[in-house]
């Protein structure tokens, strides 16, 4: 703790990639944990855009249910902790893979959203895409001004990342002197080869999370428990 502490105070360009694993303590659950979301479905069933064109009634009870429980959901001390940190530092850059909009409910000013925004909807015809923060959703499916049908506006397995997105992530974790790799499995690529890409331009790593993942052999430093708590303490 007090070496990551030290990495940190002394880094002056810092990137961090968070998955679920953050927003567990404001009781979003996240997705492989024992209670994790894929239990009850299987990514293939729901996460897929074949899975949509199939039913797509399916895959939006399954959203507007997350949109329900996410709603009720607050920034936890670990949101606020990087916003605290992105105050502090001169360059730095927030990657996540989340979907809830947590980090932007927390203050976080630059977020790079990776898997896309659970709050906006696109258009399959006319390509709108607009925020809705309505929970329930009135229909399901929801549709476009134009009649079109509308899905989430979230990154499917199988879709590409949205592209300026990609090349900016990873901008950032190759310039990086730090990388906080924050509640995630790290088994979703291309998000989890950030990793790598920081190793590879010789920046400190620092995992936080409250079990071992694939990448913790290869981390600088890794943080066993949760978020919410360490991450105050860190940037304190
Ligand atoms: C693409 C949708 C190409 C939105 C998601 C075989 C091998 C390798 C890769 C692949 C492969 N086959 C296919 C692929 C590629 C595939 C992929 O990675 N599959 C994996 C599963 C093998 N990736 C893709 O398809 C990506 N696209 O590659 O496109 C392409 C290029 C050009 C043109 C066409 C195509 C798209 C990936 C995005 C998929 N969308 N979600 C939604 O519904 O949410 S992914 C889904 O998993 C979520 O978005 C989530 O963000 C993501 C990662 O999960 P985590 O965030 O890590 O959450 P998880 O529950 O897994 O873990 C939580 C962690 O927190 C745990 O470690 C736990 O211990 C920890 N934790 C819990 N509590 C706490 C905590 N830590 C700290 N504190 C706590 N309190
Ligand atoms: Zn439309």
């Not at 979003?28 to 949509?52: C, M, S």
């Not at 607050?74 to 730095?92: D, M, W």
């Not at 300026?164 to 990086?176: D, I, K, N, S, Y």
């Not at 890409?197 to 079990?211: P, S, T, W």
Request: hydrophobic letters at 40%; aromatic letters at 8%.
């Amino acid at each position: 703790m007090q070496q990551a502490r030290e990495w940190i105070k002394n880094a002056s360009k810092i990137a961090v990639l968070t998955g679920a694993g953050i927003s567990a303590e404001s009781g979003v659950p996240t997705f492989r944990g024992d209670q994790g979301l894929w239990k009850q479905y299987k990514p293939e069933e729901l996460a897929t855009p074949e899975a949509f064109l199939r039913d797509p009634r399916l895959v939006w009870e399954w959203y507007d249910w997350r949109r329900h429980s996410i709603a009720k959901a607050l920034p936890n001390p670990g949101h606020k902790a990087l916003v605290e940190l992105e105050c502090q530092k001169r360059y730095f850059t927030l990657i996540t893979q989340n979907v809830d909009g947590l980090h932007d409910r927390a203050g976080s000013g630059r977020i790079l959203k990776l898997h896309g925004d659970i709050w906006r909807l696109r258009c399959l015809d006319c390509r709108a895409d607009w925020p809705d923060r309505r929970v329930p959703l009135p229909k399901l499916p929801p549709h476009c001004r134009c009649g079109g049908m509308a899905r989430p506006g979230v990154v499917w397995f199988g879709e590409p990342l949205p592209d300026g997105m990609w090349m900016e992530a990873e901008h950032a974790a190759a310039a990086a002197e730090v990388l906080l790799v924050i509640g995630t499995s790290a088994v979703v690529y291309p998000a989890a080869s950030l990793v790598t890409l920081a190793r590879a331009a010789k920046a400190r790593i620092i995992e936080i999370n409250i079990e071992e993942t694939p990448i913790s052999g290869e981390v600088d430093c890794s943080l066993r428990g949760p978020s919410g708590e360490i991450l105050p303490k860190l940037v304190a």
